[in-house]
T-cell receptor, first 114, second 108 residues
Framework: DADVTQTPRNRITKTGKRIMLECSQTKGHDRMYWYRQDPGLGLQLIYY???????NKGEISDGYSVSRQAQAKFSLSLESAIPNQTALYFC?????????????FGPGTRLTVL | GQSLEQPSEVTAVEGAIVQINCTYQ??????LSWYQQHDGGAPTFLSY????GLEETGRFSSFLSRSDSYGYLLLQELQMKDSASYFCAVNNFNKFYFGSGTKLNVKP
């Protein structure tokens, strides 16, 4: 079984709709991250959380919000989707302490906003 | 702000050695990571350098020079399965910033 799962894997939605992407992990890691990837670009950090009560904005948080429901669950919401949010979205986890440098990524969610 | 520069594409033949460079500018620095991503797949961790020098993991090695804000990934004995995109990423106080990636094409 996958250690980091994302649902849905693919989603097509319309401009103005609210959409939630979910991430779950069984690695027991405290730290969780949301990234987006556009073609030809690297991963851009949207939000990150170092524990259930800790939420931090990343490089490109405008238009997004997150919720850390439990240590194992971290959700990303687009309150009112727009076409330039069409991208591949990845959730990632890492352990705290000395091994925080290695991130484990989920399989990604391909989002299309029409 | 942060900026990372890597070549956009590199081509090499099977069995050869290839080096992918990464230069960075960042306001804070804990270390430099490298990730591999096959088309349509998730990035997977390859290596991490916190201190100057060379780290070796099998066919892959990674180097860091903090004074030069420079690192590289060295892939030896290239195999067809190494065809993928490779990303460097700086750890800026536990926030990670990724380069745009280098697409490696391995030819027979």
């Amino acid at each position: 079984d996958a250690d980091v799962t994302q649902t849905p894997r693919n989603r097509i939605t319309k401009t103005g709709k609210r959409i939630m992407l979910e991430c779950s992990q069984t690695k027991g890691h405290d730290r969780m991250y949301w990234y987006r990837q556009d073609p030809g670009l690297g991963l851009q950090l949207i939000y990150y959380s170092f524990d259930v009560k800790d939420i931090n904005k990343g490089e490109i948080s405008d238009g997004y919000s997150v919720s850390r429901q439990a240590q194992a669950k971290f959700s990303l919401s687009l309150e009112s989707a727009i076409p330039n949010q069409t991208a591949l979205y990845f959730c990632a986890t890492s352990a705290s302490g000395g091994f925080f440098n290695e991130q484990f990524f989920g399989p990604g969610t391909r989002l299309t906003v029409l | 702000g942060q900026s990372l520069e890597q070549p956009s594409e590199v081509t090499a033949v099977e069995g050869a050695i290839v080096q992918i460079n990464c230069t960075y500018q960042t306001s804070g620095f804990y270390g430099l990571s490298w990730y591999q991503q096959h088309d349509g797949g998730a990035p997977t961790f390859l290596s991490y350098n916190a201190l100057d020098g060379l780290e070796e993991t099998g066919r892959f090695s990674s180097f860091l020079s903090r004074s030069d804000s420079y690192g590289y990934l060295l892939l030896q004995e290239l195999q067809m399965k190494d065809s993928a995109s490779y990303f460097c990423a700086v750890n800026n106080f536990n926030k990670f910033y990724f380069g745009s990636g280098t697409k490696l094409n391995v030819k027979p």
